[in-house]
């Protein structure tokens, strides 16, 4: 395939969850390759001096109110995370090693994770409950603890957190189709005008 629209995600973000649902099948449509790029949320947010949009109470409730919209008009369910916000550091460093080392299991760990996140919330902020919810996905919780350890992995999931500052990114999700940067699950139908527009 020679169109391609790198997807910057992180597990924390709800928007990211609601725009996972929608873009393989936006992808699929124009035959172009999804390129998974999983990055820390909370580093953009410290490198740029930034905060979630959440941090406003105004904000937030009228931004939770909205995803349950979307949610809807999508078709998909939607639960709001009691225990959020959630450090995803590990789960992110997960995705990172699997998309490295083992890159035919990171489907089944996305939609697991996404999951245990944004559909039938858990609260993995606790170890415990991570390996719990690994566990129930068929990973085994102790290679994936292993592989969160790997240098290798710590290092690839910084150079894409650090990539995405340099190209722009402030949030998550964030699109890049060639030069182009969108921001918001909101803005997929401008991703799917880009890819329409790809050579």
Same mark, same amino acid.
């Given at each position: 395939m020679s169109? $391609? !629209?790198?997807?910057?995600?992180?597990?924390?973000?709800?928007?990211t969850y609601l725009a996972y649902t929608q873009l393989p099948r936006i992808a699929a449509a124009r035959k172009a390759e999804i390129v998974w790029r999983p990055f820390l949320?909370?580093? !953009?947010?410290?490198?740029?001096?930034?905060a979630s949009p959440v941090t406003i109470p105004a904000k937030? $409730?009228?931004m939770f109110d909205d995803m349950a919209r979307w949610a809807k008009r999508y078709g998909v369910p939607f639960a709001m995370n009691p225990h959020f916000p959630v450090n995803t550091l590990a789960l992110m460093r997960g995705a990172a090693g699997l998309q490295l080392k083992r890159p035919q299991d990171l489907a089944r760990y996305l939609e697991t994770m996404f999951t245990a996140m944004w559909v039938k919330p858990r609260n993995l902020n606790e170890p415990a409950e991570i390996a719990a919810v690994?566990?129930?996905g068929g990973f085994n919780p102790k290679e994936m603890i292993d592989l969160t350890a790997d240098q290798a992995v710590k290092d690839k999931l910084k150079a894409n957190t650090d990539e995405a500052v340099a190209r722009g990114a402030f949030g998550a999700p964030t699109f890049? !189709? +060639? =030069?182009?940067?969108?921001? +918001? =699950?909101?803005?997929?139908?401008? !991703?799917a005008e880009a890819l329409d527009a790809a050579a």
């Open positions: 169109k $391609r !629209v790198e997807f910057f995600f992180d597990f924390g973000s709800p928007t949320l909370g580093g !953009v947010f410290k490198t740029i001096n930034s937030g $409730r009228w690994l566990k129930e890049f !189709v +060639g =030069q182009d940067m969108f921001w +918001g =699950q909101d803005r997929l139908n401008f !991703v």
